[in-house]
């Protein structure tokens, strides 16, 4: 039953006065609101900036041209290691530094325009105010160094994505460093690189930590932050080996970990790396480091002048580079691995997939121990197993694709002596972010021949439920 001294609230009895004083004010709102914007310029620009910046994060592609490069080096180191560099800089669409503690005396007239080929020299702050403590083998340029990030976030330059840094022996593969970036939401904070492969030094140092030699990337809106509280986070790290650690230990108190990409490389590794370059992951190859430690990755080449062939192979196709793919031929029983603008092995038997992709320790660790990090397996004592090895020789494009050519350079005792050339046949490799994020491994195909020296492999994707698997 109804209270009758109870009445019940309708629309009819709203009161009138507060609908018109919730009117009104709204009213007031956005007259100031359009008055704000076309009386006050600075907000205008904002808030077009704010639009365009916002139009750009989404819809616009990652390119060279939003990476800044800081590059660690010395006056002495970079007189020798300048001409690697040179190999994969772009001055016209690449921005950022070489930073030294000094300018080298001696620095001639041709140093002096290299400017038009390489990134332009820095001199670093002074960090004397800075203490360093490690006891054992360290050096205080360590501090220097990890300074290379507020200092080239210092720069000031314009729609900034990305910035990256590596040492003077860092060699960068541009085009894939950019691929691996746009995998990445840069508006976010990304600490990106990739550990040691020398089990030891991850076990001293960290296993988290993105290794200077190896190349890093951190995210614009994070390098800003960084750059801001690094000082105070030197300060409180004297005790830290190298500038990696100190980098590592001021992301960590920001509370950003490492993003693991296995395309960097910081190689803590020594003598023949044949095996490590032969079992690349299914990733763009970003970086490689110490080249100048092991053995040039070319037989019968100086290390530079096995870093420009390899370079010629990139040129033509910079997402295949050493990218591995495998080959059972049914005819002659025959495993083919290609590494793509590096070397083809031929194997005269048939070899379970999970054999071929291990990589054959044919090197030691920084440390010359065999505790490395990757999956790798022993190196057959007795040449009579090992595989044969063709090396990249040339590459041009065809009516069929990308034709790479590689040559025997070494005989074992069970192979055909007859062949002495593989060509390799593919289309330019071109992966779309999907692709970048859940890769798949390419086939291939041994293709007939009429000219019992040569072997020729054609690359292709995969069918939808292709199996690479020997043949029964």
């Known amino acids: 039953m109804k209270n009758p001294n109870i009445k019940l609230a309708s629309h009819h009895q709203f009161p ?25 310029p600075n907000a205008n620009q904002s808030y077009r900036a704010l639009s365009e910046q916002h139009l750009t994060t989404t819809t616009s592609t990652t390119s060279l041209e939003h990476i800044v490069f800081g590059i660690a080096s010395s006056k002495n180191s970079w007189l020798r290691r300048k001409e690697f560099v040179r190999l994969w800089w772009r001055p016209e669409v690449m921005r950022g530094c ?8 001696n620095l001639s007239t041709s140093l002096q325009n290299d400017t038009v080929s390489l990134p332009p020299v820095c001199i670093s702050g002074d960090t004397s105010r800075f203490p360093y403590t490690y006891k054992l083998f360290g050096q205080r340029s360590a501090i220097r ?41 840069h508006g976010l904070w990304y600490y990106i690189g990739a550990n040691s492969e020398d089990f030891d030094a991850n076990k001293l140092f960290s296993f988290e930590m993105a290794y200077g030699g190896a190349g890093f990337a951190i995210s614009y809106p994070l390098a800003k932050v960084l750059a801001k509280v690094l000082d105070s986070c030197l300060e409180r790290y004297p005790h830290v080996f190298g500038s990696d ?20 490389h910081q190689m803590d ?32 080449m100086t290390t530079l002048k096995s870093m420009e062939h390899l370079m010629k192979a990139t040129k033509f196709d910079p997402l ?36 071929v992709l291990r990589a054959q320790l044919t090197f030691t660790s920084w440390r010359q121990t ?26 041009y494009t065809s009516d069929d694709g990308i034709v790479s050519i590689y040559w025997r350079m070494d005989i074992n005792c ?33 293709l007939q021949s009429s000219a019992n020296s040569t072997i020729h492999v054609a690359v292709r994707e995969c069918g939808p439920e292709e199996l690479i698997r020997m043949h029964p």
């Open 245 to 264: 650690g100190r980098i590592q230990a001021c992301l960590m108190e920001l509370g950003v970990s490492l993003t693991h990409e296995p395309g960097f």
């Open 320 to 355: 295949r580079i050493l990218q591995q793919a495998v080959c059972y031929d049914q005819r002659s029983l025959f495993t083919i691995s290609v590494s793509w603008g590096y070397a083809v092995q031929l194997i005269a038997r048939d070899v379970p997939l999970p054999d």
């Open 414 to 446: 069970t192979y055909d002596k007859k062949i002495e050339e593989i060509r390799v046949v593919s289309e330019k490799l071109d992966l779309d972010i999907k692709q970048l994020q859940a890769p798949r491994r390419q086939c291939c195909d041994v």
């Open 145 to 185: 160094v990890a300074r290379v990030v507020s200092e080239t976030v210092a720069l000031n330059h314009s729609n900034v994505r990305w910035f990256v840094f590596g040492d003077d022996d860092t060699f960068f593969f541009p085009e894939n460093l950019v691929k691996t970036l746009s995998k990445y939401d």
């Open 269 to 300: 590794i020594r003598g023949n790396i044949f095996g490590f370059m032969a079992a690349h992951p299914i990733r763009p190859l970003v970086t490689l480091h110490h080249l100048e430690v092991p053995e040039p990755i070319f037989p019968k």
């Open 98 to 105: 070489v930073f030294l503690e000094e300018k080298p005396v």
């Open 16 to 40: 009138f006065g507060l609908v018109n004083c919730i009117t009104i004010s709204c009213l007031i709102f956005l007259v100031y609101l359009l008055l704000s914007l076309v009386l006050d």
């Open 370 to 395: 065999p505790h490395v990090t990757l999956d790798a397996q022993g190196y057959d004592s007795d040449p009579c197993k090992r595989p044969v090895v063709f090396f990249f020789d040339g590459v």
